[in-house]
Nanobody, 123 residues
Framework: QVQLVESGGGLVQPGGSLRLSCAASGIIVRINDMGWYHQAPGKQRELVAS???????NYADTVKGRFTISRDNAKNTVYLQMNSLKPEDTAVYYC?????????????????WGQGTQVSVSS
């Protein structure tokens, strides 16, 4: 079993900052792409940012210049630094990772999701 555990969400005023973390645990051979998605009430889950194993980032247009994604491969952890937060950033943020793991003697590629962490931006 592979698990992703997010932390760092909370309530912040507009213009404030938060840093999300997501740590993977379990039987991990390798983690490929990692990413952050968000889902606001009544809306579909959307990609916020992703990062390749070598560190190349990709951002949604709505967060470019405000959010920074990074990862520590030694710690199997991905981060999302969120600055200049806006009320429209309010959502549940989910971590996602493409994980190569062992299931018995078989090598498997899994898409794993975290449980989500709430980010609320309000005055």
């Amino acid at each position: 079993q592979v698990q992703l555990v997010e932390s760092g969400g909370g309530l912040v005023q507009p213009g404030g900052s938060l840093r999300l973390s997501c740590a993977a645990s379990g039987i991990i051979v390798r983690i490929n792409d990692m990413g952050w998605y968000h889902q606001a009430p009544g809306k579909q889950r959307e990609l916020v940012a992703s990062i390749t194993r070598s560190g190349s980032p990709n951002y949604a247009d709505t967060v470019k210049g405000r959010f920074t994604i990074s990862r520590d491969n030694a710690k199997n952890t991905v981060y999302l630094q969120m600055n200049s937060l806006k009320p429209e950033d309010t959502a549940v943020y989910y971590c996602n990772a493409g994980v190569v793991t062992l299931q018995g003697v078989r090598v498997s590629d899994l898409q794993v999701w975290g449980q989500g962490t709430q980010v609320s931006v309000s005055s």
